[in-house]
Nanobody, 120 residues
């Protein structure tokens, strides 16, 4: 019910930046909170950042001060600006959207994931 188009992953050297984007579209209901999780090999998926439809944000401690999440509500698109990347940020990054008829009645839908590799 929700389609995603993710882009922006790739291979970068430590200290460099990447910007991820994710456009979501749903045909019936509304998209509320959006955000990013990541999963490194052998580790559980973890929340990186999320942003509410009103613009409130939350970040994982490990990315505070380096990553910035933003969104364009008109386009249902969420962005993740990642600065000062380090090898520990290497993971598959998954976009998600909370989608449903009301803000208190949503379920999470996931994008296909984009690989971010930080290596010299």
């Amino acid at each position: 019910q929700v389609q995603f188009v993710e882009s922006g992953g790739g291979l970068v050297q430590p200290g460099y930046s990447l910007r991820l984007s994710c456009a979501a579209s749903g045909s019936i209901f509304s998209i509320y909170a959006m955000g990013w999780y990541r999963q490194a090999p052998g580790k559980q998926r973890e929340l990186v950042a999320f942003i509410s439809s009103g613009g409130s944000t939350k970040y994982a401690e490990s990315v505070k001060g380096r990553f910035t999440i933003s969104r364009d509500n008109a386009k249902n698109t969420v962005y993740l600006q990642m600065n000062s990347l380090n090898p520990e940020d290497t993971a598959v990054y998954y976009c998600y959207a909370d989608y449903g008829p009301r803000i208190d009645s949503t379920r999470k839908y996931w994008g296909q994931g984009t690989q971010v590799t930080v290596s010299s």
